[in-house]
């Protein structure tokens, strides 16, 4: 069994991912950088030691079933448990997603990743979390899910472009979040689902406005929750987001 706290971000090879991965690092814990790239994932790695970072590769495609058994597998052998799971892989999907032109495709596509691949990793790390002292559930979301602020006034609404497969597909997200928290309650489990802001990464062509390190700081946040910590919530940097 490991002494350091163990770690598992989704995505990590590039992005809001790699930046939560290094700043899980950057406390002195174990990081499992979990991406399906080989190269990419192993360049991550490379990366996270060079800055001091205890980070180790996991091959891990959130859409196979397989490829999750295996990660939570890797986990095990290698610590015993898992302290902290960050959620973050996602897609955004071919755009336009105009919803009355949409291609129903694109739609089952981004929801396989962006909702039953944080299903599928979630259940396959749930044992070794269950054998964690203070288990942490981070699971990166976004504003444009928000109902309340799709739906608000001209100057509540800040929620993009119209993205019909996107946009739900967080939505979805937040209500999963929701029911994890309500079967888990009572446990010592704490999920939560976290807004990075609008970032410049490849996911957006790099028109965000905040920098992967911003985006990556709440969920750095919640994986660092205390036992009396919030659950089943959702919060960006200024605090709770409405759903």
């Known amino acids: 069994m490991s002494e350091r706290t163990i770690a598992l971000v989704t995505g990590a090879n590039k992005g809001i991912g790699y930046e939560i991965a290094a700043g899980l690092g950057a406390l002195g814990w174990s990081v499992g950088v979990g991406a399906r790239d080989d190269r990419r994932r192993a360049a991550a790695v490379d990366g996270l030691r060079a800055a001091g970072a205890d980070a180790f590769g996991v091959p891990l495609d959130v859409t ?5 058994t295996a990660a939570a597998r890797l986990i095990e052998e290698r610590a015993g448990r898992l302290d ?3 959620n973050n892989a996602a897609i955004t999907g071919a755009m336009p997603q105009d919803p009355t032109r949409v291609d129903p495709a694109v739609i089952r596509t981004v929801v396989e990743t962006n909702v039953i691949g944080v ?6 790390m749930l044992p070794l979390l269950r054998r964690s002292a203070s288990p942490r ?3 990166m979301s976004s504003s444009v899910g928000s109902l309340a602020r799709q739906s608000g006034a001209d100057a509540e609404r800040t929620t993009g472009l119209v993205a019909a497969a996107y ?11 929701l029911q994890y928290a309500l079967e888990l309650s009572g446990t010592n489990i704490l999920i939560n689902a976290a807004c990075p802001g609008y970032v410049a990464t490849d996911l957006n062509g ?4 905040r920098t992967p390190e911003q985006g990556a700081a709440i969920a750095v946040e919640l994986a660092t929750l205390p036992d009396d ?3 089943g919530a959702f919060f960006d940097d200024a605090g709770v987001v409405p759903w």
């Open 64 to 68: 196979d079933d397989a490829s999750a």
């Open 137 to 139: 559930i981070v699971n």
């Open 167 to 177: 946009a739900p597909s967080k939505t979805f997200l937040n209500a999963v979040t």
């Open 229 to 231: 910590g919030p659950t």
């Open 119 to 124: 299903i599928r990793v979630t259940n396959a």
């Open 84 to 86: 902290v799971l960050v």
């Open 206 to 209: 790099f028109r965000g406005v």
